[in-house]
């Protein structure tokens, strides 16, 4: 059984940054593809960023230019840094990762972002 951990959330003014953080229970390496999602109450759960085994890197639209992810296999952590935040950013973000055909999800972690 695989574990996700996040760490970083919070409230935060329009434009201001944060960063996420996500540690693995185990090694990364044997992970596919691992992604930060955002999920709002009332709505589905959407990719926010994510990047395969390979480092290619995807982010959605509405972050693009804001947004980094990032991925250290060595320490088998995962991270979003967040710039000039938006109000519509606030959401209960999670991690995810694929190993083999199952995903794992962590517990999630509250963004708030105040205008």
């Known amino acids: 059984q695989v574990q996700l951990v996040e760490s970083g959330g919070g409230s935060v003014q329009a434009g201001g940054s944060l960063r996420l953080s996500c540690v693995a229970s185990?090694?990364?390496?044997?992970?596919?593809?691992m992604g930060w999602h955002r999920q709002v109450p009332g709505k589905q759960r959407e990719l926010v960023a994510g990047?395969?085994?390979?480092?290619?890197?995807l982010y959605a639209d509405s972050v693009k230019g804001r947004f980094t992810i990032s991925r250290n296999n060595a320490k088998n952590t995962l991270n979003l840094q967040m710039s000039s935040l938006k109000p519509e950013d606030t959401a209960i973000y999670y991690c995810?990762?694929?190993?083999?055909?199952?995903?794992?999800w962590g517990q999630g972690t509250q963004v708030t972002v105040s205008s």
């Open positions: 990047v395969t085994s390979a480092g290619t890197i």
């Open positions: 185990t090694s990364i390496l044997n992970a596919g593809f």
């Open positions: 995810q990762a694929r190993f083999h055909t199952v995903d794992y």
